[in-house]
């Protein structure tokens, strides 16, 4: 099955520095790849995602890069903002009948005012 | 936010205790999952419902039981359950139209105490 890795699992910016976290996946056959942000007692939300047709995508300050040769893909903060602490996830899946995602084990990102 | 609902929010029970997590999602999804987030490990996902049926189970004790009445509602039954089952049961849903399935959206959670 599918196996998903992220680093790091903690991540320190300073307000208005960039924030990077990046994931590997296993299973070559993955082709959707969602971000979720889960703030503190709230739900995971969805923030960004990408389909392995393309290699890069963009959403305001966040970016995410997929490289399907490694197997890996990234979350790009800019400009950070204290209101993106929080818990970060990535997630990989391949097309099904139903989507079963495999997370990774999450980043906690803490911007410092 | 009100597109997929979870009651109760938090659940203290004993051992022995028989309980029920509810799940409604409006939506208008096919499909919806179970998810358990315990502290320090990833999202693990324990069940999923496809057009109300069961089509993965992830090598979860049958201390758990899921139900799928209609394609709005999930519930998951909890009976005889361990201290170490004690975690954030997620519930989610999403569209599926074979082959693209779409964003997973999540419920609260039920934060579940196992004395």
């Known amino acids: 099955g599918e196996n998903v890795e992220q680093h790091p699992s903690t991540l320190s910016v300073q307000e208005g520095d960039s924030a990077v976290i990046k994931c590997t996946y296993s299973?070559?056959?993955?082709?959707?790849f969602p971000w979720y942000k889960q703030e503190l007692g709230k739900r995971p939300q969805l923030i960004i995602d990408i389909r392995s047709n393309v290699g890069e995508k963009k959403d305001q300050r966040i970016a995410v890069t997929l490289n399907k040769t490694a197997k890996h893909f990234s979350l790009h903060i800019t400009e950070t903002q204290p209101e993106d602490s929080a818990v970060y996830f990535c997630a990989a899946s391949t097309t099904g009948s139903a989507r079963q995602l495999t997370f990774g084990s999450g980043t906690q990102l803490t911007v410092l005012p | 936010e009100t597109g997929v609902t979870q009651t109760p929010r938090h659940l203290v029970m004993g051992m022995t205790n028989k309980k029920s997590l509810k799940c409604e999602q409006h939506l208008g999804h096919n499909a919806m999952y179970w998810y358990k987030q315990s502290a320090k490990k990833p999202l693990e996902l324990m069940f999923v419902?496809?057009?109300?049926?069961?089509?993965e189970n992830n090598s979860v004790p049958s201390r758990f039981s899921p139900e799928c009445p209609n394609s709005s509602h999930l519930f998951l039954h909890l009976h005889t359950l361990q201290p170490e089952d004690s975690a954030l049961y997620l519930c989610?849903?999403?569209?599926?139209?074979?082959?693209?399935?779409?964003?997973?959206?999540f419920g609260p959670g039920t934060r579940l105490t196992v004395l």
């Open positions: 299973d070559s056959a993955s082709n959707y």
């Open positions: 419902y496809n057009f109300k049926e069961q089509t």
């Open positions: 989610a849903s999403s569209q599926e139209t074979s082959p693209r399935s779409d964003t997973q959206y």
